[in-house]
Nanobody, 121 residues
Framework: QVQLVESGGGLVQPGESLRLSCAAS????????AGWYRQAQGRQRELVAI???????KYGNFSKGRFAISRDNDQKTVVLQMNSLEPEDTAVYYC???????????????WGQGTQVTVSA
């Protein structure tokens, strides 16, 4: 299994930036796709950004041009840099790791406990 712990959330004003970090533990982290989802109050959880095995990335439409994901497989970390934050970005942000059947016997899906991001004036 993979264990995920997020950090870096907080309260910021519109236009400011935050850098979220996810620390992973477990075996074969480099074989997992890893990234971030978010869930605002009263809304469904949505994709923020993921980085798959091999380095390709996928962003939610709201993330493009403002957010950037990176990962360090040696350090087992996944970082989400968020710039130009807006009140609509307020949500709990969850680190996520997905195991593909390309490398594992079954689909695997792991989540951190989340870190709160609040964007408000």
């Amino acid at each position: 299994q993979v264990q995920l712990v997020e950090s870096g959330g907080g309260l910021v004003q519109p236009g400011e930036s935050l850098r979220l970090s996810c620390a992973a533990s477990g075996s074969d982290f480099s074989r997992y796709s890893a990234g971030w989802y978010r869930q605002a109050q009263g809304r469904q959880r949505e994709l923020v950004a993921i980085m798959i095995v091999g380095g390709d990335t996928k962003y939610g439409n709201f993330s493009k041009g403002r957010f950037a994901i990176s990962r360090d497989n040696d350090q087992k970390t996944v970082v989400l840099q968020m710039n130009s934050l807006e009140p609509e970005d307020t949500a709990v942000y969850y680190c996520n790791a997905k195991g593909s059947v390309l490398y594992f016997n079954r689909h695997e899906d792991y989540w951190g406990q989340g870190t709160q991001v609040t964007v408000s004036a």
